[in-house]
């Protein structure tokens, strides 16, 4: 999981497409924001859907997709057209993350109209379908019609109905296995309401990692993520790996393993891990080679 507003390039891009295609990964997913959410204005960010359609090109086998798009940013016939372009050249490896929209600020630089809450709910849910009549009527037609959608949220009131209705998807940008389990049993009623078998409904949590080969490494690496998550500045690195370990996986391959196969036993079926120092490539290594083998 890219947080592509926080300094992504199109060469970062190219080589995190290939890495993570080449590697073995199930799933490539990247935010899709215009400015960096960090007060870092001087971070580049490639915009989300001109990256997609590159990684389609830039990637084989992977699926990918955005996490997720608002649908304040576009029209929702126009997103339809956008990702039905991007499935179809991609052979359908696209899943379709799409979100009411909630950074206020992020709105009000591009002079985007930021409606309530409940307006922006109401969206959402008649954007969806609108998307599906798009893919019903235009050309090209996506490779999977519809499109599989993911949504994210843990609301019980409207968000996870949603889910049961709609989703192929569901993510939860927690790691907590308390929130999880609730919200699971919840998403399950809904599922239960509209006859929908909650199985059907795949179940990933995002977060972020520290991941090190021995002691050393991860020091090392707890450095270079305070140098990009501003809640860390100050901290030496044992202080990072302590604040990180209560949100999330951190440790050597076999303590991450053993961390995420704990969450898996809650019904887990996708891990997001944000990655956020772009440029190392080794952290996706240790990744694929020791921590995937032993979850999969």
């Avoid at 389609?56 to 997720?68: D, H, L, N, S």
């Avoid at 490896?93 to 909630?102: E, F, M, Q, S, T």
């Avoid at 409606?115 to 609108?130: H, N, P, S, V």
Wanted: with cysteine; glycine share 6%; charged share 30%.
């Amino acid at each position: 999981m890219i947080e592509g507003q926080e300094g992504l390039s199109w060469e970062r891009w190219r080589r995190i497409c290939h890495d993570t295609d080449t590697l073995g990964f199930a799933s490539l997913r990247r935010s899709d924001h215009l400015i960096s959410l960090m007060s870092s204005p001087d971070r580049e960010c490639i915009e989300c859907w001109t990256s997609l359609a590159l990684a389609a090109e830039w990637t084989k086998r992977i699926e990918f997709g955005p996490m997720v798009s608002p649908m304040t940013f576009r029209l929702p016939g126009v997103l339809a057209k956008v990702a039905a372009s991007v499935d179809a050249l991609s052979g359908g490896r696209l899943i379709l993350g799409v979100g009411a929209g909630w950074n206020e600020n992020e709105h009000r630089v591009f002079n985007i109209p930021f409606y309530t809450e409940r307006e922006r709910f109401d969206r959402l849910d008649a954007g969806i379908k609108k998307m599906r009549e798009i893919w019903e009527t235009t050309y090209p037609k996506p490779a999977r019609n519809p499109i599989p959608l993911l949504l994210g949220g843990k609301g019980a009131k409207r968000t996870l109905p949603l889910v049961a209705r709609e989703a192929t998807e569901w993510n939860l940008s927690r790691l907590d296995a308390e929130m999880f389990r609730q919200r699971r049993e919840v998403l399950e009623q809904s599922c239960r309401e509209v006859g929908r078998d909650p199985a059907t409904i795949r179940r990933s949590v995002m977060t972020t990692y520290i991941v090190g080969r021995d002691r050393d490494e991860l020091r090392e690496r707890a450095l270079k993520l305070r140098d990009i998550i501003p809640s860390l500045k100050g901290l030496d690195a044992e202080q990072v790996l302590e604040k990180m370990r209560l949100q999330a996986f951190v440790g050597t391959p076999e303590e991450i393993a053993e961390q995420m196969r704990e969450h898996a036993k809650l019904g887990v079926d996708l891990f997001m891990l944000q990655h956020f120092v772009l440029d190392d490539f080794d952290a996706l290594r240790v990744l694929a080679k020791e921590v995937l083998p032993a979850v999969a």
